[in-house]
């Protein structure tokens, strides 16, 4: 085990998701249990490019594991798209003698740290997936993607009970714009009619299916689940067909939005976080770099940047038999 690491930086970047701060919280503690410094690094790569860098210490992360969203902040950074802004980032990183970096974010944010350990090859970077949508490759689950999930389900409840009373068919829009995992499992969960996904391409017959099975076979309601995706037309899109094609039907549209991404995070993604956060620090110890810690089978696995971003992670085909079985 290399002892090479003095200090790291840590930092969130991309849309929150649950379970961010006890991600940071664990991280942080790791280290310092470790006798390394932590520095946070604050509105994620806006920051490392600004220099919003400040030491962190054990009490900066009390009473965190438990709230949603992120201490750390987050916000869009256009400059960390350029090689002149990722120069200003290496050279806060000098600067403030940080040496890692752990940074905590979906898709986007670990392709700007694996563009950014490319271009720094002294600088070991290790992501954590934190993404309500569940779309990278090398791990089983993301963190926020539970608490998104029992989110949905309970406003899904609670939308049966005035589709039923009104025998309405309700399009509930929910987040996944290329990974239809939230829409597919919440529908399995809240007992839903259909789950419409970017991995499925809905054709205008299938909607006559859908419509049919969810109307005819003694059903006073219908609920169907939608990825936000483009493919999919959105829930709004698919409502408009709807109510061309079968004006007899009363459609109405919920949109979930940025309510899946709020909320204290649920009992699973507060421990996978402890454990990511704590793997995220041993993996620098044994000189890894250049790798998200992932989850495969319940195993922390070490998932190399190139084998986790910009890959679509297939949905698996047995949940989609299972949705059309149960909703028959």
Do not use: W
């Not at 979930?256 to 976080?273: E, V």
């Not at 770099?289 to 495969?296: A, L």
């Amino acid at each position: 085990m290399s002892q090479s690491v003095k200090c790291i930086g840590i930092l969130t970047s991309g849309g929150d998701a649950p379970g961010m701060n006890a991600a940071i919280r664990a991280v942080t503690r790791t280290a310092i249990y470790n006798n390394i410094e932590v520095k946070a690094i604050y509105r994620g790569f806006r920051g490392l490019v600004s220099g919003d860098i400040v030491p962190f210490q054990t009490n900066c992360v009390s009473n965190i594991i438990q709230r949603g969203g992120t201490v750390l902040k987050s916000a869009r950074c256009d400059e960390f798209m350029n090689a002149e802004g990722r120069k200003k980032a290496a050279d806060n990183l000098a600067k403030h003698n940080i040496d890692a970096l752990v940074v905590i974010g979906g898709d986007g944010t670990l392709t700007g740290a694996s563009v950014l350990a490319s271009e720094n090859p002294n600088l070991s970077i290790v992501g954590i997936p934190a993404t309500i949508d569940n779309d990278l490759n090398g791990t089983d689950v993301t963190l926020g993607y539970n608490t998104a999930l029992n989110t949905i389900v309970e406003a899904v409840d609670k939308i049966r009970d005035t589709a039923s009373s009104h025998e309405r068919l309700f399009f509930i829009e929910v987040m996944g714009r290329n990974c239809g995992a939230l829409a597919l499992n919440s529908a399995i969960a809240a007992g839903a009619e259909a789950a419409i996904i970017p991995e499925i391409s809905i054709e205008k017959d299938q909607l006559h299916e859908l419509i049919s099975q969810g109307f005819r076979k003694s059903k006073n309601s219908s609920l169907v689940l939608v990825a936000e995706s483009e493919i999919t037309g959105g829930a709004l899109k698919l409502a408009e067909r709807v109510k061309k094609r079968y004006p007899e039907y009363d459609v109405r549209v919920s949109i979930l939005g940025h309510l899946q991404r709020g909320g204290a995070p649920s009992a699973d993604d507060r421990i996978l976080a402890s454990r990511m956060g704590y793997a995220a620090i041993q993996a620098l110890l044994e000189s890894q770099r250049n790798i998200m810690i992932g989850v495969k089978n319940e195993e922390i696995v070490y998932v190399p940047f190139s084998k986790a971003i910009k890959k679509i992670k297939p949905i698996n085909p047995d949940l989609v038999n299972l949705l059309n079985v149960l909703s028959t």
